[in-house]
């Protein structure tokens, strides 16, 4: 039976298709996201249609699970580690679920603040003891939040207490939910900021769809990674270590 042809390609070939440049690939290639490139007796590398299919993968993959895991996953197909790539690659899915559950935990938090109805600032501040009790935490946990950011309470000018104003119970009631989902107090306070920063009710509502917006696309930029990843296996040669 005759063998397929192999069609070679140059690294400006490669390069043309997605608008990088020939360092680029090149350097692609030294990372290890490429499998690595016969030469030419002048020294001129020869790729192939496999390497064609491994920067396809690899860039398809970068917009799914970020720069860095993108390469990790495609060092572990080329150095035949499949079980390992196929593991991050489980991982990104699994924090993606996680992501899109932390975004319907603050939905459900701070409904009452996207549908129009502003945190009732007539509510007397509390201390934080009241605060505790009203969580059912300790005041040890509120100063552990309020370490990691979550919390941002003011100070009584007279007697140098904390005082927690209506915001700050809301952000206190957030951290609380979330902590009770499992979530590291880094993850909270940047989901706390982020409402925070949002500037009122409106720009709340737009930063929740923007963050969904962007779940959405990671979502579907994997099930396109996967679609060029699949076809990338489907080239490695089977006999590697």
Known sequence: MKSPTVV?????????????STQAVRNYERDGFLPPADRTPS????????????????????????????????????????????TL????????LR??????????????????APVPAHEPARTIGELARRLDVTPATLRKWEE???????RNPATGYRIYR???????????????????????????RQIRDAGGTEGLADALRAWQGKLTAQGVA?????????????LVPTDRP
């Open 166 to 192: 209506p915001g700050d119970v809301r952000d206190a009631e957030l951290a609380h939910l979330l902590r009770r989902g499992g979530y590291l107090l880094d993850h909270i306070a940047g989901v706390v």
């Open 89 to 96: 690659v489980d991982r990104g899915h699994a924090q993606l």
């Open 8 to 20: 070679t390609l140059k690294p400006a070939d490669l390069a043309r298709e997605h608008g990088i």
């Open 43 to 86: 020294g001129y590398r020869i790729y192939t249609d496999l390497h064609a299919a491994a920067l396809r993968a690899f860039l398809a993959l970068v917009p799914a699970y970020g720069h860095a895991t993108a390469g990790r996953i495609m060092n572990a197909v080329n150095e035949g580690r499949l079980d390992s790539a196929l």
């Open 99 to 116: 992501d899109r559950e932390t975004l319907g935990a603050v939905r459900n938090a701070v409904g009452h603040l996207t549908t129009g």
């Open 222 to 234: 994997m099930l396109d990674a996967a679609a060029h990843l699949g076809r990338y296996l489907r």
């Open 148 to 154: 990691a950011g979550i919390l941002t309470p003011a």
